[in-house]
């Protein structure tokens, strides 16, 4: 009988290995793509916003700036970005960045492209929103709703909802732009991309508060577990 609960005991925790490696194994399999939003020096030549279209943007900006802690956007968005990359690493995900620095130059076409040639389940942009309004507050999740990104957009909501529930989840955060749901036709990274996208922004930078809290290591932490789950969630 000891023997038989000896055997018994292995096979229990065999199959829990195979079962741990298993899981790395598919999320190996899987593929992320993190932009980090702007960069260091804006670039104000124009691309077209879509494939075909007469429509104009801006190639990148550098983003706005913390009222409290002057902090650059485009900063933010790099120091949130690597963290992300390392926990989905560690869950065991295949992760590229459009950029590691500030000093780049990488419109939005070139990211969009960057992704989609690394064949990513999926882009998550990262970013931080201002306002006019100092007391505007909150984490909001846009997904691309454009005809010519038709292919992606009912994936990318999917995504975008598992993001930004989970990311809702850890920060205790409110949801901005009503529901937390934003559809975009007018994003060029959106609009070039043949892969799921979606771009969180992670609070304001044109509120006080919420500018010193984003700042710091210990929210950047719950914004990136939050991130990092809704991702798995919506990759498995």
Known sequence: MRKFFIVLLIAIASYGMLGTSGNKTEAAQKVVCIDPGHQGKQNSQKEPIAPGSKTMKMKTTSGTQGVATRKPE?????????????????????????RTTHNVNISNIQRANYCDNKKA???????????????????????PSAKVTQKINATSKQAAVYVLTETIKTTKAKK??????????????????????VLVELGFMSNPTEDRKMATSAYQAKLVQGMANGISKYLK
């Not at 309004?133 to 909150?138: I, L, S, V, Y």
């Not at 609009?191 to 996208?197: D, H, L």
């Open 176 to 197: 901005s732009a009503g529901d937390g749901l934003t559809p975009r036709t007018d994003l060029t990274g959106f609009n070039w991309s043949k892969t799921p996208t």
């Open 121 to 143: 389940n999926l882009t998550i942009r990262i970013h931080a929103d201002g306002s006019t309004n100092r007391k505007a507050e909150g984490i909001q999740v846009l997904y």
């Open 74 to 98: 485009y900063v933010l968005n790099l120091e949130v970005a690597l963290k992300l990359r390392d926990a989905l690493q560690k869950k065991g995900y295949k992760v590229y960045m459009t």
